[in-house]
């Protein structure tokens, strides 16, 4: 009877997988909407295009690129955690969806519960930066001099980003007491680094590496666990005395909480195949940034780990969002 029992068991089981196999196989059969939560033309936007892109000739589908700014990513991600969990809505975001779960009192959503993760696609690591009128040129000199001038400020592309949480994390290591001044995104927070109205800042590479490269800034340490191509001069945290210290603008995929492991599986096959491509990883290190290409699974535990990072940075600096 046992045995009979066990076989049934399975019986159920594999007939229960079937039509969930036989979906994702036949996946898409119509278009796909690829949201970001961010404006046309910055780096989550230029990578979303780019996957969605060579999806669209795989799939035999179009694969929309959704715009849907705002919140602080919050409506495009409540949009997706509401969204049928039948992969034609997917979310392409970043470092602020594990951010936001500490950050804000009150967020319409679980940032983990109402998301299936695909994969992290890829990374850019954060560089800090001083303006050039600054007379520092290594990492232990910006801090000794940030010991002797209490007042001495920092930028930010807002309260809550990752580049102000980092710097928060980096005051806490060196025990070091920084004004925070918050800017509404890149390109006002270096039009005054560079203007030398503030003295240094964490930017994204992708944001400071034409800068760095003219001499408009300076770069003092990368948030990375190597150096980069193209500012190879520039060392890492490590290297100039503080290891362990890694920070980075990371890049996933996610679909609806409901999205079926099956369907999660194929997406991460199809898109891990396209951002293995030598034009995608020569785009991407043109930014400054790396493929990272993990498995959903693999992908969950960053997340995981993401999570406790930032709600540690979000209780340092004091941070919080209504």
């Known amino acids: 009877m046992n045995r009979r029992h066990?076989?049934?068991?399975a019986l159920l089981a594999l007939a229960a997988a079937v039509p969930l196999l036989a979906a994702a196989q036949a996946y898409p059969t119509k278009p796909v909407n690829l949201v970001v939560p961010y404006p046309a033309g910055g780096a989550t936007d230029v990578i979303a295009r780019m996957i969605a892109d060579k999806l669209t000739p795989v799939w035999g589908q179009p694969v929309v690129v959704v715009n849907k700014p705002g919140a602080g990513t919050l409506i495009a991600a409540e949009q997706v955690a509401r969204a049928p969990g039948d992969g034609y809505t997917l979310y392409m975001t970043t470092a602020?969806?594990?951010?936001?779960?500490?950050?804000?009192?009150?967020?319409?959503?679980?940032?983990?519960?109402?998301?299936?993760?695909?994969?992290?696609?890829?990374?850019?690591p954060l560089v800090l930066v001083t303006t050039p009128s600054l007379p520092v040129k290594s990492l232990s000199e910006l801090i000794a001099r940030a010991k002797a001038d209490p007042g001495m400020s920092f930028a930010s592309t807002g309260n809550g980003t990752p580049q102000h949480l980092t710097m928060e994390l980096f005051k806490a290591q060196n025990k070091l007491a920084l004004t925070h001044v918050p800017?509404?995104?890149?390109?006002?927070?270096?039009?005054?680094?560079?203007?030398?109205?503030?003295?240094?800042?964490?930017?994204?590479?992708?944001?400071?590496?034409?800068?760095?490269k003219a001499g408009k800034l300076r770069a003092?340490?990368?948030?990375?666990?190597?150096?980069?191509?193209?500012?190879?001069?520039?060392?890492?945290?490590?290297e100039a005395g503080m290891p362990g210290f890694v920070a980075a603008t990371w890049f996933g995929l996610f679909g609806p909480g409901t999205l079926q492991p099956e369907l999660a599986n194929r997406i991460y096959r199809d898109?891990?195949?396209?951002?293995?491509?030598?034009?995608?990883?020569?785009?991407?290190?043109?930014?400054?940034?790396?493929?990272?290409?993990?498995?959903?699974?693999?992908?969950?535990?960053?997340?995981?780990?993401?999570?406790?990072?930032?709600?540690e940075a979000v209780r340092l600096s004091g941070a919080q969002i209504d």
């Open 96 to 124: 602020a969806h594990t951010i936001g779960a500490s950050l804000y009192k009150k967020i319409p959503y679980d940032a983990v519960k109402d998301f299936t993760p695909i994969t992290l696609t890829s990374t850019i």
């Open 220 to 238: 003092i340490a990368l948030a990375h666990s190597k150096r980069v191509e193209g500012i190879a001069s520039v060392p890492t945290f490590a």
């Open 183 to 212: 800017y509404k995104g890149d390109s006002p927070m270096l039009t005054d680094l560079i203007g030398g109205q503030v003295p240094m800042a964490f930017v994204t590479l992708s944001a400071a590496m034409p800068h760095i």
């Open 271 to 311: 898109v891990s195949k396209i951002v293995a491509v030598p034009e995608f990883t020569a785009k991407l290190k043109e930014m400054g940034g790396d493929v990272d290409n993990s498995t959903p699974q693999a992908f969950q535990a960053h997340i995981q780990a993401e999570l406790k990072r930032w709600a």
């Open 6 to 9: 066990l076989i049934a068991k």
